[in-house]
């Protein structure tokens, strides 16, 4: 018997039908222009001619059957050709149909194909099989194979490894790497054991650890049966297309039943006879991976306390005894009460039974079982181990030399024997440092390490071992890396190494355009990685106004152009546009105006615009705007229309009829006016004529404003002539105001404070006004109505403040006068000097000396004379102005 995916109707391109119909050819072969696309082509213009003529069979039947067996020649070799092709598992595979889903595709006959075997088991059950479903899934699907560490993508034919952990797929010269510098990095931390000791390698995702036995160096399938296991197109990728038959976990002794798989082997299927957890109850037919059950009757097992049984309902183990019971001790001497989940205890009492030697009691405390040996019998020899006494009699000290191996391996002890350990060797002995570039004699415990620091560059070729005493096996680097990782989110949290850094572990998530379908890809893929394909139906809202948008498929971008009937209704009449939607329709953008011949023309752009509804053309029988006839017209066109016949309407006066050509009465377009004027008489007061012609009942009440100035003479004010006529005196007051601030002045000089009214204002100012002494110093606020008969008087402070000012005015003219006199005699007495010394001869140097004495003497006087008239009066006026700006302060 064929396998499941061999069989007919499973695979192979074979329908269930028959082997009739042949089947549909991959996608890549439809695309290619060929031979085989030709012959397809050719077949299936055959079939349609065949299915859909109506006339009768062709006469040549063995030439349909050629035609039909060189298409199926030629269908088989282009399905050679794919499988020989390297085609990537990351690549999108068409489906079999638009409108049909995607389990009934290629696709899913292959999963169907694996699943067989243990959906017989389960009756068709298939909740077992999600998480294995969902690692077969993604082979199939854009993108969701990538391998961790070179984050490309995995495809069909190229050799990868599985991690039987997390069931991740990996290329396999990557994971060769990775294990190699994993364990190079791992082993060289330390300089003991470098090189030597055989460390593990984790799993790039997960982090399990694996031997360095474990490296893979060969390619297998899933199942680990196959060595580099072909590609099939109608298997899963990298997969033998046996019976996967590993060892289920937890171990039950039956193996899986699917078909080789990636991701984890589904529970168990079979059905197996098992009792109960207690054992009480009969065996009941359960599935293997969920053999335990409760027959929920009490379990009453012997706790181990021994006293007690178990209370509890049917269960697994069970729990300690939660009572109290009296407990014998270790060796049984005492009793006493203690919890029965803990009965071992001890008394703290000494044993004291002999020993074996007969000589001695045994002094452990509290035990059971036979007691220890004696402990003098052990050892009975010195401690140089040159004599021996039986354990009756105590071991003396020989007195002879150690000579015991030191811990140095090289020399022994030189002391006399001794109890304890011997001490620490201290012999000099000429010692090499570690990195054997000195010598010197040292102690032989203590090891020599110099102050040389190794130059050598570490493993990442950036930075100095700078080591002392580095014996050449340099540690690997322990700075940080640091370096933006090819995602560009994140740095590398790597040591510093050599090369490239490994890529970002992180991984982030692909949504569809609806959220519903998630793609869970490496950092930074994130951006050339198109969304996944999606079953759902699109979610997005419309963009145009009907309710919802044609049914389709999630999908990335923008929605198709709605198709629907637009159904607006019209503008203008009850009709609704039969045209189909035109909400948003690719239109020309403008062209812009080219700024001179430099500037070259672009390609025109197009721009998405909502179009208006076309005009209505629906037929609608109207009559004309004098209801003479009645014609049809188109609806966007429709309305009154004349017919060239006299209107006949009647005049709005009820005494003659419109002479006019037929035509439509609107507002603005009526029929004619009767041209006399009215004559009925007018309300009494108004001066106003009639403004209607000839009509008939009552005239309207008139409209017209009547012009005049209000009672301040400055506004000008129009009042309804129909309100002034009718209102009384008080009203007719109040119409007449501007209802602003009255603008005259009062005898007072301020402003009237009264709404504008007529006759004389009022003479009562309350305004406030401020009154001074004749000092200028005390100030009071009154009304200016009461202002003439109120008068503010000096006080005593201001006489005093007075006499003060006076009294420094004095003292500055008396100081100006001193000032004034002491110039004038320095101007005399330099007079007489210049005077006495005319008389004699003076020399050149004598006379350039006195002109400059001359005039300095002079630029003095002139400061003087500007100090004396110019800064003391300014100095005494502001000392005056502070002097009464304290005094009225105070």
Avoid at 45 to 59: D, L, S
Avoid at 661 to 678: A, M, P, Q
Wanted: positive net charge; hydrophobic residues 20%; proline residues 10%.
């Amino acid at each position: 018997m064929e396998p499941a995916w061999r069989q007919q109707g499973r695979g192979r391109g074979r329908s269930q039908e028959g082997h009739g119909e042949r089947s549909r050819p991959p996608q890549k072969e439809r695309e290619r222009p060929g031979a085989a696309a030709g012959a397809w082509a050719a077949g299936r213009g055959a079939r349609t001619k065949t299915a859909t003529a109506p006339g009768p069979e062709p006469p040549q039947g063995v030439s349909v059957q050629s035609k039909f067996e060189e298409i199926r020649k030629s269908n088989q070799a282009a399905a050679q050709r794919l499988v020989e092709s390297r085609i990537s598992s990351s690549s999108s595979d068409e489906d079999d149909d638009g409108d049909v889903d995607h389990k009934e595709g290629k696709t899913g006959k292959i999963l169907e194909s694996t699943f067989t075997t243990y959906t017989d088991q389960t009756g068709g059950d298939s909740t077992g099989l999600v998480r294995t479903g969902q690692y077969v899934s993604d082979l199939f699907q854009s993108g969701a194979l990538t391998c961790l560490i070179c984050i490309a993508s995995v495809k069909r034919t190229q050799a990868v490894w599985s991690c039987s952990s997390c069931f991740s797929l990996f290329h396999l010269p990557c994971i060769q790497k990775w294990a190699r510098d994993s364990v190079f990095l791992v082993s060289s931390v330390t300089d003991e054991d470098f090189g030597q000791k055989q460390h593990p390698w984790p799993c790039p995702k997960c982090r399990a650890e694996y031997p360095p036995s474990a490296t893979p160096n060969r390619y297998m399938c899933y199942c680990g049966k196959l060595q580099d296991p072909p590609a099939d197109p109608w298997l899963v990728p990298h997969s033998c297309g046996s019976i996967c038959q590993k060892e289920l976990k937890p171990t039950c002794g039956h193996t899986c039943l699917l078909l080789c798989h990636p991701g984890p082997c589904p529970p168990c299927p079979k059905m197996v006879s098992v009792p109960c957890m207690c054992g009480k109850a009969k065996p009941l037919p359960r599935r293997c991976s969920n053999k335990p059950w409760s027959c929920q009757q009490q379990c009453g097992k012997l706790l181990l306390c021994r006293q007690h049984t178990c209370s509890q309902p049917c269960h697994t183990e069970c729990s300690p005894c939660p009572r109290v019971s009296v407990q014998r001790c270790v060796c049984g001497r005492e009793k006493a009460e203690r919890p029965c989940a803990s009965p071992r205890w001890t008394c703290q009492q000494v044993c004291g039974s002999v020993l074996s030697c007969g000589n001695h009691t045994c002094e452990v405390v509290c035990h059971d079982g036979v007691c220890p040996p004696c402990p003098r019998s052990v050892s009975r020899s010195c401690p140089c181990g040159k004599s021996s006494l039986p354990c009756t009699e105590e071991v003396l000290l020989c007195g002879d030399t150690c000579d015991r191996r030191l811990s140095c391996g090289k020399h022994t002890c030189s002391m006399r024997c001794h109890r304890g350990s011997c001490e620490t060797c201290r012999q000099e002995v000429e010692k090499e440092c570690r990195c054997g570039k000195y010598r010197k004699l040292m102690p032989c415990h203590r090891e020599y390490l110099c102050d040389s620091k190794c130059p050598k560059t570490r493993s990442c070729q950036r930075h100095q071992c700078r080591r002392k005493c580095c014996p050449g096996n340099c540690p690997p680097c322990d700075q940080s890396c640091g370096r933006t990782l090819g995602c560009r989110n994140h740095k590398c949290p790597s040591v510093c190494h050599q090369g490239s850094c490994y890529p970002c572990p992180e991984s982030v998530e692909v949504r569809c355009s609806c959220g519903s379908t998630v793609l869970s890809v490496p950092c930074g893929r994130e951006r050339s990685t198109r969304p996944p394909r999606c079953k759902e139906p699109c979610r997005r809202p419309p963009s145009c106004h009907h309710p919802t948008r044609e049914a389709h498929r999630c999908h990335p971008g923008p929605c198709p152009p709605c198709r629907q009937t637009c159904l607006l209704p019209l503008p203008g009449c009850s009709h609704t546009c039969p045209q189909s939607c035109h909400d948003l329709v690719l239109v020309k953008s403008q062209q812009v105006q080219l700024a001179g011949p430099w500037e070259q023309p672009t390609e025109p752009a197009f721009v998405k615009k909502a179009l208006p509804c076309p005009p209505c053309q629906v037929p609608i029988p109207t009559a004309c705007y004098g209801e003479h006839e009645v014609s049809p017209v188109p609806c966007h066109r429709q309305g009154p229309f004349s017919c060239r016949r006299p209107c006949g309407r009647p005049l709005t006066c009820g005494n003659h009829t419109c002479g006019r050509e037929c035509h439509l009465v609107t507002d603005g377009n009526k029929c004619e006016v009767c041209e006399d004027g009215c004559s009925k008489p007018r309300p009494p007061g108004c001066p106003h004529p009639c403004p209607r012609p000839c009509h008939p009942g009552d005239c309207p009440p008139c409209s017209q404003m009547i012009r005049q100035r209000c009672h301040c003479k400055i506004s000008m004010l129009y009042v309804e002539c129909l309100k002034l006529t009718s209102a009384d005196e008080q009203t007719k007051v109040k119409l007449s105001s501007c209802n602003n601030q009255c603008p005259k002045e009062l005898n007072c000089g301020h402003r009237c404070k009264q709404v504008c009214h007529p006759g004389v204002c009022e003479e009562k100012c309350q305004q406030k006004v401020k009154l001074r002494c004749p000092c200028k110093r005390i100030k009071k606020e009154v009304p200016c109505s009461q202002s003439a008969q109120c008068v503010v008087q000096c006080d005593d402070a201001c006489r005093d403040q007075q006499r003060k000012v006076s009294q420094l005015k004095e003292a500055e003219q008396r100081a100006a006068q001193e000032e004034e006199q002491r110039k004038l005699q320095e101007e005399l007495e330099a007079f007489e000097k210049r005077q006495q010394r005319g008389g004699g001869r003076r020399s050149k140097k004598r006379g350039r000396r006195e002109e400059v004495d001359e005039e300095r003497l002079r630029a003095e006087r002139w400061w003087r004379r500007c100090t004396a008239f110019v800064l003391l009066p300014l100095g005494g006026a502001l000392l005056s102005a502070a002097a009464y700006y304290l005094l009225t302060t105070a």
